[in-house]
């Protein structure tokens, strides 16, 4: 069974840092892309990053460009969102989500392999 686990988030005053990661879990886990998205309370989730892995093409949200990095490691099976000038907006549950297929990596209804989330809180 394939697995998302997030770490990382916690509590950062505005300005501030903090890196999350995702590792995968799963005998047979390959993916096509890896990505985070996020859901702020009384929002919809939305789309942050996401990283396809044959080519290392990355995609941001436009709230987020030039804020915040994704990476992966080169066994595929850990992504990693290093967020910078954190804002009390960016305060939300960030989810670690994976496409295993090739096709389109865009939206939400892209990936089919989630993680549970992990709280991140900025505080101003």
């Known amino acids: 069974q394939v697995q998302l686990v997030e770490s990382g988030g916690g509590l950062a005053q505005a300005g501030g840092s903090l890196r999350l990661s995702c590792a995968a879990s799963?005998?047979?886990?390959?993916?096509?892309?890896m990505g985070w998205f996020r859901q702020a309370p009384g929002k919809e989730r939305e789309f942050v990053a996401a990283l396809r892995w044959s080519v290392l093409s990355t995609r941001y949200a436009d709230s987020v460009k030039d804020r915040f990095a994704i990476s992966g490691d080169s066994a595929r099976e850990n992504v990693y969102l290093q967020m910078d000038s954190l804002q009390p907006e960016d305060t939300a549950v960030y989810y670690c989500?994976?496409?295993?297929?090739?096709?389109?990596?865009?939206?939400?209804?892209?990936?089919?392999?989630w993680g549970q989330g992990t709280q991140v809180t900025v505080s101003s």
């Open positions: 989500a994976a496409r295993r297929r090739p096709g389109l990596w865009n939206n939400l209804s892209d990936f089919d392999v």
């Open positions: 799963g005998r047979t886990f390959s993916s096509y892309a």
